[in-house]
């Protein structure tokens, strides 16, 4: 798809704003104001510090520098060095050099600047704790328009739109996030650019607090030289934000989901019960004996209760279904209490057909078979403890045949490795090409490391996203909502890591023809016997047997 560059930005830049992408307007994260010095409360320590898990020392400076893609329009390459992350009482502090490396500069678009409700001019980092399960989002001030604290990449006459990075000039910046909790040794960051995760980021202590300062007088900077832009402490009331992160994973007779501190398990009711019955059928023993083992490991009897929630499809009527979903939820129920007992509490509920999570017919009209399974389920949610076994890389590995257990946060890869598959994807009349490199852990999860190549036209305009959408609801708002990843050995399907409304992962730029942009989502880990794995591109094809160390 041909189109001018000059409607190419003013589409990305209406695009934007559709997207929300201030994360200030999400729904369900933990979004506070406060006066200084008062912070939100830290999340308890992660256990990123335990021994076993890589030091803070592990990352020598000068070797965490990425380079990649920035802004509305790809054709503007970077490097962005980490000179360190800072831990203090308040807040963390991440130091950073920025240079653009093409012929002409670049206004770089790091925060979503020239969008005056949107002015965050280093919004687009984000700090991941893998193992403790949280995002962290920059601190910015509490009113209407957000402006961040720390550097602000803004021009001298106006702080909504932003200043051009001169070609090789060196900029220092300062973006300020909540604090770490004092465990927490190493997190990632995850960057919403073209740009790779940055792994291992060691986390030090006892830093001297920020300071302002003030813009450099001169406008023109030559190149190789250093220029300050000014910094704005933390003042007043503060907004700041820690997320949760949700997982979901799949099984042909189950799924697992998992929001913060809640864990769902879905079982499938043509798994339990004979069509249009409510008693458990003979099948249906070995699918909740392996239910009652996760729940007595990972239930948390402390907080109840354990809720259990019958759904149906919409077939039939509405009352009927109704009845039918609260006699399966009240036979599943008995059936758990009679294995774990009377140390938990347990309260039963029916929801009928009002709570589907796929589409019953499709946009034609028919009847959608597979979208009626998914809607029969029953939901069996609970509290998860907060010490559970396998929580750090010292405890071994997790016997789950699903699931990896967690481990410490991965080293910093300043090389993604080499292509082992790729797809091809055609977006209009555009050709792109993702070739895939070998995935890795990192803490809790897998990051899964593509490019994506224009191979065609002189101007790719990614507007729907190439890879967005897909048929899953869960993962459906996802850059990358087509892909999933697939274990043969053990049928289990994972999706995209969720953060409210957005995914731990990056997204694809508008590229010239031969543009490379470097792209990465990160997926719940499988089991820690899997070696390799399948990656799945609805509509696209398969790569199969991707490494994963």
Not at 50 to 73: D, F, Q
Not at 384 to 397: H, S
Request: charged share 25%; glycine share 8%; hydrophobic share 35%.
């Amino acid at each position: 798809m041909r189109t001018p560059r000059t409607t190419v930005l003013l589409l990305a830049a209406a695009v934007l704003c559709a997207c929300g992408a201030h994360p200030q307007t999400a729904g369900n994260r933990t979004a506070t104001a406060t006066t200084p010095p008062q912070q939100p409360a830290s999340p308890p320590a992660s256990p990123s510090a335990a021994a076993g898990s890589p030091t803070a020392s592990s990352a020598p400076a000068g070797t965490l520098v990425r380079e990649g893609l920035v802004g509305l329009h790809g054709s503007n390459p970077f490097k962005v060095e980490v000179k360190a992350l800072e831990r203090n009482s308040d807040l963390t502090v991440l130091k950073m050099e920025i240079t653009a490396t093409g012929e002409g500069g670049s206004s770089g678009d790091f925060g979503y600047d020239g969008l005056p409700t949107q002015s965050v001019s280093f919004g687009r980092f984000r700090l991941f704790d893998p193992v403790g399960r949280k995002v962290y989002f920059t601190l910015r001030e509490n009113d209407a328009d957000g402006r961040a604290f720390g550097t602000r990449h803004s021009t001298p006459t106006t702080e909504n739109y932003p200043d051009d990075f001169r070609a090789g000039v060196r900029y220092p910046v300062e973006v300020y996030f909540p604090p770490l909790p004092a465990g927490v040794r190493q997190v990632s960051i995850v960057p919403d650019m073209a740009m790779a995760p940055f792994t291992g980021v060691p986390v030090t202590d006892g830093a001297a607090p920020p300071v302002a300062r003030q813009r450099d007088e001169t406008d023109t900077p030559a190149a190789g030289s250093t220029f300050q832009w000014p910094v704005v402490p933390p003042s007043g009331q503060i907004w700041s934000e820690i997320s949760d992160v949700n997982e979901l994973i799949e099984t042909p007779q189950k799924t697992t989901e998992q929001q913060g501190t809640q864990e769902t398990i879905g079982l499938r009711t043509d798994v339990l019960f004979r069509f249009d019955k409510a008693d458990l059928s003979d099948k249906a023993a070995a699918v909740l004996d392996e239910v009652v083992e996760e729940t007595r490991v990972r239930a948390d009897p402390a907080k109840p209760p354990i809720l259990i929630e019958g759904h149906t499809d919409s077939k039939g009527e509405p009352a009927y279904n109704q009845d039918l979903s609260v006699k399966r939820a009240e036979a599943v129920r008995r059936y758990l209490a009679g294995k774990l007992g009377d140390a938990y509490v347990y309260r039963a509920a029916g929801k009928g057909e009002s709570e589907p999570i796929a589409d019953n017919t499709k946009t034609d009209g028919s009847d959608n078979p597979e979208g009626r399974a998914r809607n029969r389920r029953v939901e069996i949610s609970y509290r998860i403890k907060q010490d559970l076994p396998g929580t750090t890389a010292t405890t071994g590995p997790s016997a789950d045949k699903v699931r990896g257990s967690v481990r410490g946060p991965a080293p910093f890869r300043a090389d993604a490795g080499p292509v082992v598959g790729s797809l091809s994807a055609k977006h209009f009349n555009d050709r792109l090409r993702v070739d895939v490199h070998p995935f890795y852990r990192d803490g809790a999860y897998l990051v899964a490391a593509f490019d994506v190549v224009l191979e065609s036209s002189e101007l790719f305009v990614p507007v729907p996203g190439p890879f967005s959408g897909g048929s899953h609801s869960f993962s459906s708002g996802s850059d990358y909502g087509r892909f999933s990843l697939l274990d043969p050995a053990t049928q289990a399907r994972y999706l995209p890591l969720k953060m409210s409304t957005e995914f731990v992962e990056n997204s694809v730029l508008t590229l010239d023809k031969g543009e490379v942009n470097r792209s990465y989502v990160y997926f719940p880990a499988p089991a820690d016997s899997a070696r390799s794995i399948t990656l799945e591109a609805e509509g696209l094809g398969t790569v199969p047997d991707v490494p994963i160390s």
